[in-house]
């Protein structure tokens, strides 16, 4: 299984930015996808979750209004807009699949796959 995170870079505060995850070796359809960061000197946490059928999203308080997560089952993808990009989200973001997710709301210890992630700079 492969999670190929991509769309990452430098970007002044206020910005847009489109991060992509491809997924292969897997049946996408089967699996909720989310998206999750890592802050430098601080733990991993969610951002944002599609369902297996991209008809639900959940997000996280500090992304609501700002990032948009969507998939497509066809292409095996699953991406995250960002706009009004903040300082504070300089991050790495990482892809995850989780395949018996229950709820949105996605838990690191729970999840079958991640990518690699991408590094994302918001520069103020």
């Known amino acids: 299984v492969q999670l190929q995170a991509s769309g990452g870079g430098l970007v002044q505060a206020g910005g847009s930015l489109r991060l992509s995850c491809a997924a292969s070796g897997l049946t996408f359809r089967n699996y909720v996808m989310g998206w999750f960061r890592q802050a430098p000197g601080k733990e991993r946490e969610f951002v944002a979750a599609?369902?297996?059928?991209?008809?639900?999203?959940v997000y996280a308080d500090s992304v609501k209004g700002r990032f948009a997560i969507a998939r497509n089952n066809v292409e095996n993808t699953v991406d995250l807009q960002m706009h009004g990009l903040k300082p504070e989200d300089t991050a790495v973001f990482y892809c995850a699949a989780d395949r018996s997710a229950r709820s949105l709301l996605l838990e690191e210890n729970a999840i079958d796959y991640w990518g690699k992630g991408t590094q994302v700079t918001v520069s103020s």
């Open positions: 599609i369902s297996r059928s991209g008809g639900s999203t």
